[in-house]
């Protein structure tokens, strides 16, 4: 049996990230075990990395801004790669970059900060794959709220502790989360935290 | 007044262009209706390119408009819009490529924006290892509702421009979108102009 055929949790420690393969079939659970806390997630073809989960083939794949419950994420060789399959607090952001280390020095901070972006190059090294592309990352539970003349705000996570959200891999995966560590503005509710992956 | 980079780009192909900090780069497009996708990468380190995505956190908005500065994935000003008559493009769909006419629409091997901007980038003799996200240039595609996206052709008239003003030196590409399928062209690719120089181009 392959590491990636078992069922297994995975604790994410606040402001650091994993990398992990699946097969196709398999069930993720993203949870939220203290509340308020957003995750950047990005999925890789495992047999070509080159081929990922993309947002803007994603948008014109379903035809809306966001994917919704029973609706696939796409590549950008216009392939479902994860599909919704439940999603209980259905407000997250698929439209902003991951926070990177020229986002904190935008927003004041000295030295250096973790980031998303990073949690994610560090984790797929980690994880065997050298260097990766970072594309506009699934940005889950990162309380986008968007006006009707196109203008948004980013607010408090709606998740409480034990929020989940669960997906299935539609192709061998390489799926890379990070806990969100912007303690900055209210994305992560200024308090980053654990996130837990339970994968069967 | 003489233009350094002056080039009518026939519908469904693309060409590419360059422009120093200072300089204006001004896009019309010549017939109407016409959808152009746009890509812009920092002329000293080209793995510095304008993002959509960054644009849209920096904008706090999902559209651009007048007045605007665009930035790269860097979060660093590259462009800054100038002019533009329309006030409607699209910063959330994905150029169109190979797949989408081969396997949506059953027509491999039509001509499509993903392959235009690789060949015209190639044709400088730029090593690129990735193609950003395109800004679309006079592509309609409203949010109608409930987070639903349309695609819908442009409201630009004959004539109608946009002008950016390069804020470092800056090259890309145009491509006046292939799609004659669906709607987003009026159904019929028609071709764009793309000049740089010390000032807006006016005529």
Known sequence: ?200 | MTWRVDRVVPGGFGASWDARAGEFVTVVDLEGLQAGDFIAFVATDPQEWLSPIHCRESLRSIFVRSGDVLVTNRRRPALVIVRDDVGVHDATIPACDPTRYAVEFGVPGHRNCLENMWQSVRERGVAIERMPEPLNLFQNTPVVGEGRIGLTDPLSRPGQRIVLQALVDVFGSLSPCPQDIIPGNGLFPTPMRVVVGDAPFES
């Open chain 1, 1 to 200: 049996m392959r590491d990636q055929d078992r069922s297994r949790e995975i604790r994410i420690p606040a402001r650091t990230g994993v990398a992990f393969t699946v097969g196709a079939g398999t069930i993720i659970e993203v949870v939220d075990p203290e509340g308020e806390q957003t995750a950047d997630l990005w999925a890789y073809y495992e047999n070509d990395l080159s081929e990922y989960l993309s947002a803007p083939h994603t948008r014109i794949g379903n035809m809306r801004l966001f994917p919704r419950e029973g609706e696939p994420f796409w590549t950008n060789r216009r392939r479902p790669i994860i599909r919704i399959l439940e999603d209980p607090v259905p407000v997250h952001d698929f439209l902003s970059a991951a926070c990177d280390p020229w986002r904190y020095e935008e927003l004041g901070h000295k030295g250096w900060h973790a980031s998303c972006q990073e949690n994610l190059e560090l984790a797929m090294k980690r994880a065997g794959y050298g260097e990766v592309v970072c594309p506009q990352p699934f940005n889950i539970w990162t309380n986008f709220h968007l006006n009707a003349d196109g203008t948004f705000e980013i607010r408090r996570p709606a998740t409480k502790a034990g929020d989940h959200i669960t997906l299935r891999a539609e192709m061998p995966s390489v799926i890379a989360i990070s806990a969100c560590p912007q303690d900055i503005t209210l994305t992560a509710g200024l308090n980053p935290t654990d996130m837990v992956v339970r994968i069967r």
